[in-house]
């Protein structure tokens, strides 16, 4: 990667370059999310926490019994700062959250645990002491009754964690993708419930809300006024929901109030205000599993609500189960002993189907494992050869040969391909682009990246896109652009292999690295915690190595040398990822390929007439008559 880290400004194609215009700090990125505060906290005692930098406004919010804070800096740089230096700090004995209010909430880390909190009073200090005194090493805590989350260090064993929490009593649960979508919502509910304050999430509406908006605009106007509704739309499916937002939060907490548990067209509403989870109390709930999929939530209520008042009943997600929540720990035992479920057929009004009731140990356990892919099969029903699958990508990659593929890198993943297109056609007429999905290098990057083959006809195109177009800004990105073919690695010697760091684009990091380094070659992050640092000097890898030194930009990360070769790109030609999803564009494009034959000029000979072709001395022969008339040739 060049050494340049000016500001970038577009130019008339479209095009991204670097230039001299000022940036300007964004409100969202010069504030900060401060969580674990107490319910009577003022703003003097927070302005006291972080002083030394300049603050513009502190804003205090309550949800339940949670209270954080949004303060806005006068700098994004001192925004910054304060995350770094107060995080985990001490305030009024509790041990506060820190990080950037623009922080997205994109999917639970892999090194989150979540643990079931027997008391509702239980803090945060506490949770983490005692995991801490069960020796395990935590790196924060999250508490949102009756869940606590714990994340650990990356290179920690969950699973020999989760047998010594097991062991020291804990009821803690690995964090999987199976209950992602629900973990989303409760961390954002923990974290993010100062945003649209003024919104009622509705779960489990007719589906007649989601063909008629102002049906339900009518339905929910009883609340006050209504600016804004917005629904999904998945017809006849358990997981309808919409979100309306009304002028003033005292208007959605009406509203909410109001609409949950109504029962519309057969449907009972979940009317939720700043959350979009049902979080059932483990204490009280039951877990209903082999269930029909035409069993509503409705058919669940009427038949649990012998064994107590409800809270709620949740099949959303569920697939074949169901939670039921009911308002006393009493129920739990009476339902458990419930076998059978009311299935009425039109020849038997008093059909029943089996079903298990258990005790609702948690946490969200919702959604099934994933199903296997079925294997693909021939016409006549026999499973496929996987060697027949080997071979087409090999003839895929034996035509490919003809032409010249380049690889792109650090693409936006927004990037219109044939934008792309024509910022890279200025250097040789090109045959064909493909981008492969690869979802680690996508999230890699806060704004998600993509790759491109782009494939020219000429070799010296292919040439000329490398020697000019890599480390160029395109879209506000600088481009990695290499040829695909041939061995392409780091050097080893040079090249830094980083992990535990920020979640930062290859830009940021470029620019948080630059002025503590020399030149730097390249930069590459193929995942979301990794990335490879090749600098220019040796003497500069000594020093970036040394993360002790109190100036290093990144002194929380964890840097090792690469002792292998390790490629430059994130795949080759002949990778099968490649092959397989190229393959699949020849079989519905069989002349794809065949357009244009190699090796030909892509143009009609001038010289050729009806007859013969004339040879290449002739047309020199001519070529020079006609130039020089006077010229005598001999016979």
């Given at each position: 990667?060049?050494?340049?880290?000016?500001p970038?400004?577009?130019?008339?194609?479209?095009?991204e370059?670097?230039?001299?215009?000022?940036?300007?700090?964004?409100?969202?990125?010069?504030?900060?999310?401060?969580?674990?505060?107490?319910?009577?906290?003022?703003?003097?005692?927070?302005?006291d926490?972080?002083?030394?930098?300049?603050?513009?406004?502190?804003?205090i919010?309550h949800?339940?019994?949670?209270?954080?804070?949004?303060?806005?800096?006068?700098?994004?740089?001192?925004?910054?700062?304060?995350?770094?230096?107060?995080?985990?700090s001490t305030?009024?004995?509790?041990?506060?959250?820190?990080?950037?209010?623009?922080?997205?909430i994109?999917?639970?880390k892999r090194?989150?645990?979540?643990?079931?909190?027997?008391?509702?009073?239980?803090t945060?200090?506490?949770?983490?002491?005692?995991?801490?005194?069960?020796?395990?090493?935590?790196?924060?805590?999250?508490?949102?009754?009756?869940?606590?989350?714990?994340a650990?260090d990356?290179?920690?064993?969950?699973?020999?964690?989760l047998?010594?929490?097991?062991?020291?009593?804990?009821?803690?649960h690995?964090?999987?993708q199976?209950?992602?979508n629900?973990?989303?919502?409760?961390?954002?509910?923990?974290?993010?419930?100062?945003?649209?304050?003024?919104?009622?999430?509705l779960?489990?509406?007719?589906?007649?809300?989601?063909?008629?908006?102002?049906e339900?605009k009518k339905?929910?106007?009883?609340?006050?006024?209504?600016?804004?509704?917005?629904?999904?739309?998945?017809?006849q499916?358990?997981?309808?929901?919409?979100?309306?937002?009304?002028?003033?939060?005292?208007?959605?907490?009406?509203?909410?109030?109001?609409?949950?548990?109504?029962?519309?067209?057969?449907?009972?509403?979940?009317?939720?205000?700043?959350?979009?989870?049902?979080?059932?109390?483990?204490?009280?709930?039951?877990?209903?599993?082999?269930l029909?999929?035409?069993?509503?939530?409705?058919?669940?209520?009427?038949?649990f609500?012998?064994?107590g008042?409800?809270?709620?009943v949740?099949?959303?997600?569920?697939?074949?189960?169901?939670?039921?929540?009911?308002?006393?720990?009493?129920s739990?035992?009476?339902?458990?002993?419930c076998?059978?479920?009311?299935?009425?057929?039109?020849?038997?009004?008093?059909?029943?189907?089996?079903?298990?009731?258990?005790?609702?140990?948690?946490?969200?356990?919702?959604?099934?494992?994933?199903?296997?892919?079925?294997l693909?099969?021939?016409?006549?029903g026999?499973?496929?050869?996987?060697?027949?699958?080997?071979?087409?990508?090999?003839?895929?990659?034996?035509?490919?040969?003809?032409?010249?593929?380049?690889?792109?890198?650090?693409?936006?993943?927004?990037?219109?391909?044939?934008?792309?297109?024509?910022y890279?056609?200025?250097h040789?007429?090109?045959?064909?682009?493909?981008?492969?999905?690869?979802?680690?290098?996508?999230?890699?990057?806060?704004?998600p990246?993509?790759?491109?083959?782009?494939?020219?006809?000429?070799?010296?195109?292919?040439?000329?896109?490398?020697?000019?177009?890599?480390?160029?800004?395109?879209?506000?990105?600088?481009?990695?652009?290499?040829?695909?073919?041939?061995?392409?690695?780091?050097?080893?010697?040079?090249?830094?292999?980083?992990?535990?760091?920020?979640?930062?684009?290859?830009?940021?990091?470029?620019?948080?690295?630059?002025p503590?380094?020399?030149?730097i070659?390249?930069?590459?992050?193929?995942?979301?915690?990794?990335?490879f640092?090749?600098?220019?000097?040796?003497?500069?890898?000594?020093?970036?190595?040394?993360?002790?030194?109190?100036?290093?930009?990144?002194?929380?990360?964890?840097?090792?040398?690469?002792?292998?070769?390790?490629?430059?790109?994130?795949?080759?030609?002949?990778?099968?990822?490649?092959?397989?999803g190229?393959?699949?564009?020849?079989?519905k494009?069989?002349?794809?390929?065949?357009?244009?034959?190699?090796?030909?000029?892509?143009?009609?000979?001038?010289?050729?007439?009806?007859?013969?072709?004339?040879?290449?001395?002739?047309v020199?022969?001519?070529?020079?008559?006609?130039?020089?008339?006077?010229?005598?040739?001999?016979?």
């Amino acid at each position: 990667m060049s050494d340049a880290t000016k500001p970038v400004e577009k130019t008339q194609d479209g095009t991204e370059n670097e230039g001299d215009a000022p940036k300007t700090d964004n409100e969202h990125q010069r504030k900060i999310n401060v969580g674990n505060l107490p319910s009577d906290i003022t703003e003097q005692q927070l302005r006291d926490h972080f002083s030394g930098h300049e603050i513009e406004r502190v804003d205090i919010y309550h949800y339940r019994k949670y209270t954080l804070a949004l303060l806005l800096f006068k700098e994004k740089d001192a925004a910054a700062k304060a995350v770094e230096e107060k995080e985990h700090s001490t305030l009024r004995g509790r041990r506060i959250r820190v990080h950037l209010e623009y922080m997205t909430i994109r999917h639970i880390k892999r090194e989150v645990i979540v643990t079931v909190l027997d008391d509702e009073n239980t803090t945060e200090d506490q949770l983490w002491d005692k995991i801490k005194a069960a020796g395990v090493e935590v790196t924060s805590v999250l508490v949102f009754y009756p869940l606590g989350y714990v994340a650990l260090d990356k290179e920690a064993d969950k699973a020999a964690i989760l047998e010594k929490l097991t062991a020291a009593g804990f009821n803690a649960h690995d964090v999987n993708q199976r209950d992602q979508n629900q973990h989303l919502d409760i961390w954002r509910a923990a974290k993010l419930f100062f945003r649209n304050r003024n919104r009622v999430q509705l779960l489990n509406i007719p589906t007649k809300w989601i063909e008629d908006k102002e049906e339900m605009k009518k339905q929910c106007a009883e609340g006050g006024v209504i600016t804004e509704a917005v629904s999904n739309n998945v017809n006849q499916s358990s997981s309808n929901y919409a979100r309306v937002f009304y002028e003033t939060e005292e208007q959605a907490i009406k509203a909410a109030a109001s609409l949950n548990g109504r029962i519309v067209e057969g449907k009972r509403i979940h009317a939720l205000h700043l959350g979009s989870a049902l979080i059932p109390n483990y204490k009280t709930s039951v877990y209903v599993t082999s269930l029909e999929k035409t069993v509503s939530e409705e058919n669940v209520y009427d038949h649990f609500k012998q064994f107590g008042e409800i809270e709620f009943v949740n099949r959303r997600n569920c697939n074949d189960a169901a939670i039921v929540c009911f308002k006393s720990a009493d129920s739990v035992e009476k339902a458990i002993a419930c076998t059978k479920l009311p299935a009425p057929t039109e020849a038997d009004k008093d059909a029943t189907t089996d079903i298990t009731v258990k005790k609702y140990d948690g946490p969200l356990l919702l959604r099934t494992l994933a199903l296997k892919r079925k294997l693909k099969t021939n016409e006549d029903g026999t499973p496929a050869d996987p060697e027949e699958k080997t071979k087409e990508m090999a003839d895929v990659l034996k035509k490919l040969q003809a032409y010249h593929p380049v690889f792109v890198g650090n693409v936006p993943l927004n990037c219109p391909p044939l934008e792309l297109k024509r910022y890279f056609a200025q250097h040789g007429p090109i045959k064909f682009m493909f981008s492969p999905q690869i979802v680690t290098y996508q999230t890699s990057a806060p704004h998600p990246v993509k790759t491109f083959i782009i494939y020219y006809n000429f070799r010296p195109s292919a040439l000329n896109a490398c020697k000019f177009l890599d480390h160029k800004f395109f879209g506000g990105h600088r481009l990695h652009v290499l040829p695909l073919r041939g061995e392409l690695n780091f050097d080893v010697k040079k090249t830094v292999k980083i992990t535990k760091i920020p979640y930062l684009s290859e830009d940021a990091l470029f620019k948080k690295v630059k002025p503590y380094v020399g030149k730097i070659n390249r930069i590459v992050k193929k995942t979301r915690v990794a990335a490879f640092i090749e600098l220019n000097d040796l003497a500069d890898v000594d020093k970036f190595m040394d993360v002790d030194a109190a100036d290093h930009p990144l002194n929380k990360a964890k840097m090792e040398p690469i002792s292998a070769n390790t490629s430059v790109r994130l795949y080759d030609e002949n990778d099968t990822r490649v092959l397989r999803g190229i393959a699949k564009i020849i079989a519905k494009n069989p002349d794809m390929l065949k357009k244009v034959a190699p090796g030909q000029l892509n143009k009609r000979p001038r010289l050729n007439g009806p007859g013969k072709s004339l040879d290449t001395v002739s047309v020199c022969l001519l070529y020079l008559y006609f130039r020089i008339p006077h010229r005598k040739f001999p016979p």
